[in-house]
């Protein structure tokens, strides 16, 4: 079926370390979507990545989408107690009009 | 600029109760989405929805779940005779257009607990 896999689940990491989820599809994407949802809210989005190995930084975020277009990636450098959530990557598989989203990685951070 | 707007935003019922949830998606966006998360979950997709139609319903269950949206008015999210696993939160979202390329734009969620 179209999956969509996030690892890891769970990060813990102390404020200043960096830190890293990786999201793979079981199918080619035309474009994959990184949402985060603070503890208590609800998803919200953050970028679109839609080229093969493109790249976007958003401050302290680097986004990378595979050169297969099956994978990508959200690198946060230097993180700090407001990056604290869970980042959902999501893509929209062929022949199916909506978004499927990863299980999410649960970031948190001791400050 | 109002976005998604849901209520309620918890909901408490008791086993064998319906729950009616509410959704006005963005102003001028004609496509709504359900998903449902569980606790420590991620976000389920349960149906897409264009006014009056409904496109993909591939996420529902079966049985005791239906959704709509009418012409004119919220969509509405129905549970019949909630049971404890229903307990989860259930987002809705908005799109201008059917592609599921387009950002979704997500209310706060109705927080469901079931007694």
């Known amino acids: 079926g179209q999956q969509v896999m996030q690892i890891p689940q769970y990060q813990h990491v102390q404020e200043g370390e960096d830190f890293t989820t990786y999201c793979n599809s079981s199918t080619t994407l035309s474009n994959i979507q990184w949402y985060k949802q603070r503890p208590g809210g609800h998803p919200v989005f953050l970028i679109q990545?839609?080229?093969?190995?493109e790249v976007k930084k958003q401050k302290r975020l680097t986004f990378q989408f595979g050169e297969a277009k099956k994978n990508s990636s959200l690198h946060i450098t230097a993180t700090q107690t407001t990056d604290v959530g869970t980042y959902f990557c999501a893509g929209p598989f062929q022949g199916a009009q909506k978004l499927v989203f990863g299980q999410g990685t649960r970031l948190t951070i001791n400050p | 600029n109002a976005g998604v707007m849901q209520n309620p935003r918890h909901l408490v019922r008791r086993r064998g109760q319906e729950a009616r949830l509410r959704c006005s998606p963005v102003?001028?966006?004609?496509?709504v989405y359900w998903y449902r998360q569980l606790p420590e979950e991620g976000l389920k997709f349960m149906v897409y929805?264009?006014?009056?139609?409904?496109?993909?319903e591939s996420g529902m269950p079966k049985e005791r779940f239906s959704a709509e949206f009418p012409k004119e008015g919220p969509s509405i999210l129905r549970i019949q005779q909630v049971v404890r696993g229903d307990s989860a939160a259930y987002f809705c979202?908005?799109?201008?257009?059917?592609?599921?390329?387009?950002?979704?734009?997500f209310g706060n969620g109705t927080r469901l607990t079931v007694t």
């Open positions: 990545l839609v080229k093969s190995g």
């Open positions: 979202a908005s799109s201008p257009w059917g592609d599921p390329n387009s950002p979704l734009h």
């Open positions: 102003k001028g966006h004609s496509h």
């Open positions: 929805l264009q006014k009056e139609n409904i496109i993909d």
